[in-house]
């Protein structure tokens, strides 16, 4: 049983990781094509307070398939999520660390922190990346 949960967890992770990979790569090709949108609705300013954090808390939500209900960015270096009760407690590390690293792929060369809210919107866990030392603390 245990070999299941932590395939589970490994799966859920890689998966998270290679759709912030391609996604990114494919979200930079559009948003070079499309042309921009001027900020106009609520949820809109919620997701971020540049167009770039914008683009990635609604990205975020979107690729996460259910694991994440809700996502905001603040000033290009903090990305604060809601996860849904599907995400086991032994599995928000992994999907930090998933987080993290999609999030330094789009906001680069940049100290960065990820918080996790549980569902109930209490802070669980806070990943810090660290970019001169390219590694990630948890608190």
Known sequence: MKLFQYLRTTLIA??????LTVSTACSSTQQATAPSTPVLGYTQ???GNSSAGQDFGEWVIKASQGLVQDAYVRDNDKLGVIISSQVRPNEVRNLAKSLAQGFQKNFPNRDLNVLVYAPDKKLILTAKYDNSRQEIKYQ
């Open 14 to 19: 890689l998966s998270l990781v290679l759709v």
């Open 45 to 47: 300013l919620e997701r």
